[in-house]
């Protein structure tokens, strides 16, 4: 029975059922309730969809902030009968980079094939993953995409790793965080002759040399051309409004709804004109985002193990955003499964339980001094909801803290284990 339940034919089918399941309640649901399981932002893609079959522009669509690929590829749900077809292509995503999650910890993880359907599960039977999926969050493209861009990374396909790392740019902004580790772990295996001046210093044009080795050069040519490509046909079909909504639209967007961040209550306030002030201390937020997830982490990090230094960049970079919802919590689900077979979570199954507990807990303090906010109407902004969003800020610090150290942990096991199975072979 367990090698049944751990084999890839029934995890793989066990998921399809799951979001199966799901996207026939959300059709029940929809049909019958007033509060709708569809997220509201699966009806402005589909409307910017209507628009783009009429031969318009998507960004007719008031809030479409996305795109027009996006738009492209959900021209479907235009026709009679089709609606529903963007929530089966996003489920589909999903289950492809579970597929792709199997293959990298199979292949480049070692892992048996038992072991390896074990932790692909935690992204395909993820209820939460499954949930947004259906409900018509378009995450799970850009889960596909970002999975298969390590699984190209991982098979030294540089150009094509390179051609996905500017798709997933242009499709998301925050995918650019990965190429400082990317290139920072491409590092040539074989050693290098190192060509020094008198006094016995590197040269800086060798030192620049060996940085930019074949791999780099080729990731970098690789995904400004596709990101430039891509970016200069949608500006030449729809112009400046694509600019202002795919790109400029996230520097100063002040979305205070369903948002966990710290800055919640500042972006409500700022929101008001005649609440607004001239310090804006949530136009900072950027700063220890991009510090943390673009320079620090990948740089020391990212040639230990690349996959888990990815999930602790999306990890810094989602929890110290200005903007916080639950669909980008799926940004960095999507690299746990590469992390936790060697985590201090496992290890010490009491410290896991804490984490789980906390990080729900967290969620859920959140989410009904939201819900008195946004459904009963009453003012729950201060102290309660500002509290209870610091307080899921301090929780995810102290998991980003265990991630980082479990990183540096596990290197350094890898290390000795390699060491020791070279002194095996010697002896």
């Given at each position: 029975?367990?090698?049944?339940?751990?084999?890839?034919?029934?995890a793989?089918?066990?998921?399809?059922?799951?979001r199966?399941?799901?996207?026939?309640?959300?059709?029940?649901?929809?049909?019958?309730?007033?509060?709708?399981?569809?997220?509201?932002?699966?009806?402005?893609?589909?409307?910017?969809?209507?628009?783009?079959?009429?031969?318009?522009?998507?960004?007719?669509?008031?809030?479409?902030?996305?795109?027009p690929?996006l738009?492209?590829?959900?021209i479907?749900?235009?026709?009679?009968?089709?609606?529903?077809?963007?929530?089966?292509?996003f489920?589909?995503?999903?289950?492809?980079?579970?597929?792709?999650?199997?293959q990298?910890?199979?292949?480049?993880e070692g892992?048996?094939?038992?072991?390896?359907?074990?932790?692909?599960?935690?992204w395909?039977?993820?209820?939460?993953?499954?949930t947004?999926?259906?409900?018509?969050?378009?995450?799970?493209l850009?889960?596909?995409?970002?999975?298969?861009?390590?699984w190209?990374?991982?098979?030294?396909?540089?150009?094509?790793?390179?051609?996905l790392?500017g798709?997933?740019?242009?499709?998301?902004?925050?995918?650019?965080?990965?190429?400082?580790?990317?290139?920072?772990?491409?590092e040539?295996?074989?050693?290098?002759?190192?060509?020094?001046?008198?006094?016995?210093?590197?040269?800086?044009?060798?030192?620049?040399?060996?940085?930019?080795?074949?791999?780099?050069?080729?990731?970098?040519?690789?995904?400004l051309?596709?990101?430039?490509?891509?970016?200069?046909?949608?500006?030449n079909?729809?112009?400046?409004p694509f600019?202002?909504?795919?790109?400029?639209?996230?520097?100063?967007?002040?979305?205070?709804?369903h948002?966990?961040?710290?800055?919640?209550?500042?972006?409500?306030?700022?929101?008001?004109?005649?609440?607004?002030?001239?310090?804006?201390?949530?136009?900072?937020a950027f700063?220890?985002?991009?510090l943390?997830?673009?320079?620090?982490i990948?740089?020391?990090?990212?040639?230990?193990?690349?996959?888990?230094?990815?999930?602790?960049?999306?990890?810094?970079?989602?929890?110290?955003?200005?903007?916080?919802?639950?669909?980008?919590?799926?940004?960095?689900?999507?690299?746990?499964?590469?992390?936790?077979?060697?985590?201090?979570?496992?290890?010490?199954?009491?410290?896991?339980?804490?984490?789980?507990?906390?990080w729900?807990?967290?969620?859920?303090?959140w989410?009904?001094?939201?819900?008195?906010?946004e459904?009963?109407?009453?003012?729950?902004?201060?102290?309660?909801?500002?509290?209870?969003s610091i307080?899921?800020?301090?929780?995810?610090?102290w998991?980003?803290?265990?991630?980082v150290?479990?990183?540096?942990?596990?290197?350094?096991?890898?290390a000795?284990?390699?060491?020791?199975?070279?002194l095996?072979?010697?002896?």
């Amino acid at each position: 029975m367990s090698k049944i339940l751990t084999s890839p034919a029934f995890a793989f089918s066990a998921a399809i059922a799951l979001r199966a399941a799901l996207f026939s309640y959300g059709l029940y649901q929809d049909s019958t309730s007033p509060v709708k399981y569809t997220d509201i932002d699966y009806f402005v893609f589909t409307d910017a969809a209507r628009f783009t079959a009429w031969g318009r522009s998507p960004y007719e669509r008031e809030t479409y902030r996305y795109t027009p690929l996006l738009a492209w590829l959900l021209i479907p749900t235009a026709w009679p009968g089709w609606f529903s077809f963007g929530k089966i292509l996003f489920a589909a995503a999903d289950v492809l980079a579970g597929f792709l999650i199997y293959q990298i910890l199979r292949s480049e993880e070692g892992m048996a094939r038992e072991r390896a359907v074990m932790f692909a599960n935690i992204w395909l039977l993820n209820p939460m993953v499954a949930t947004i999926s259906t409900r018509g969050s378009s995450e799970g493209l850009l889960g596909v995409m970002v999975v298969a861009l390590l699984w190209a990374v991982t098979k030294r396909r540089v150009v094509l790793a390179g051609v996905l790392l500017g798709l997933a740019v242009h499709f998301k902004i925050y995918p650019f965080i990965y190429g400082v580790s990317i290139l920072w772990s491409l590092e040539d295996k074989k050693g290098k002759g190192k060509a020094v001046s008198g006094d016995g210093i590197p040269s800086v044009f060798q030192t620049a040399s060996n940085f930019f080795n074949a791999n780099r050069v080729a990731l970098l040519l690789a995904s400004l051309a596709t990101f430039m490509i891509l970016n200069y046909n949608m500006y030449n079909i729809y112009g400046w409004p694509f600019v202002q909504n795919n790109f400029l639209h996230h520097a100063t967007r002040l979305d205070h709804r369903h948002n966990f961040s710290p800055y919640n209550t500042l972006l409500y306030l700022n929101s008001s004109p005649s609440g607004s002030s001239s310090l804006k201390l949530e136009s900072l937020a950027f700063l220890p985002q991009l510090l943390l997830s673009a320079v620090a982490i990948p740089l020391s990090l990212a040639k230990k193990d690349l996959p888990s230094t990815m999930l602790a960049q999306t990890f810094a970079f989602v929890t110290f955003n200005k903007v916080c919802t639950s669909q980008y919590f799926l940004w960095y689900m999507v690299f746990l499964p590469f992390y936790l077979s060697d985590s201090s979570f496992l290890r010490r199954p009491a410290l896991g339980i804490t984490a789980i507990a906390l990080w729900v807990g967290g969620q859920a303090l959140w989410l009904q001094q939201g819900y008195n906010l946004e459904f009963l109407g009453r003012s729950t902004f201060v102290p309660g909801l500002w509290l209870s969003s610091i307080l899921f800020f301090l929780v995810n610090i102290w998991l980003l803290g265990i991630f980082v150290t479990d990183i540096s942990y596990q290197s350094r096991l890898k290390a000795d284990y390699r060491g020791a199975q070279r002194l095996k072979k010697h002896n």
